[in-house]
């Protein structure tokens, strides 16, 4: 069975940093893409950043140069470092993995606030 825990987030001033961390249980982590994923309210969820098993990256244009995701393989566990944060960055962050289908974390609210 796999499980996902989030934690990390909370309230922040524009421009301000978070670092957000999933723990991961479960044999799969190093045979899975990984993925950070957002929802604001009112709207749809959307991928933030995604990294896969070889190691390469992919990021929303909303977040290119501001955000790095990256993965511990020993720990198992995954990160989302943000920086530069702006109001628009508020949003509950889902920590995702993608192995047959979606495996999703229970949220971390963020919020970009003065």
């Known amino acids: 069975q796999v499980q996902l825990v989030e934690s990390g987030g909370g309230l922040v001033q524009p421009g301000g940093s978070l670092r957000l961390s999933c723990a991961v249980s479960?044999?799969?982590?190093?045979?899975?893409?990984k993925a950070w994923y957002r929802q604001a309210p009112g709207k749809q969820r959307e991928l933030v950043a995604i990294i896969n098993t070889a190691g390469r990256t992919s990021y929303a244009d909303s977040v290119k140069g501001r955000f790095t995701i990256s993965r511990d393989i020993g720990k198992w566990t995954l990160d989302l470092q943000m920086n530069s944060l702006k109001p628009e960055d508020t949003a509950v962050y889902y920590c995702?993995?993608?192995?047959?289908?979606?495996?999703w974390g229970q949220g971390t609210q963020v919020t970009v606030s003065s």
């Open positions: 995702n993995i993608k192995f047959g289908h979606d495996y």
């Open positions: 479960g044999s799969i982590f190093s045979i899975a893409d």
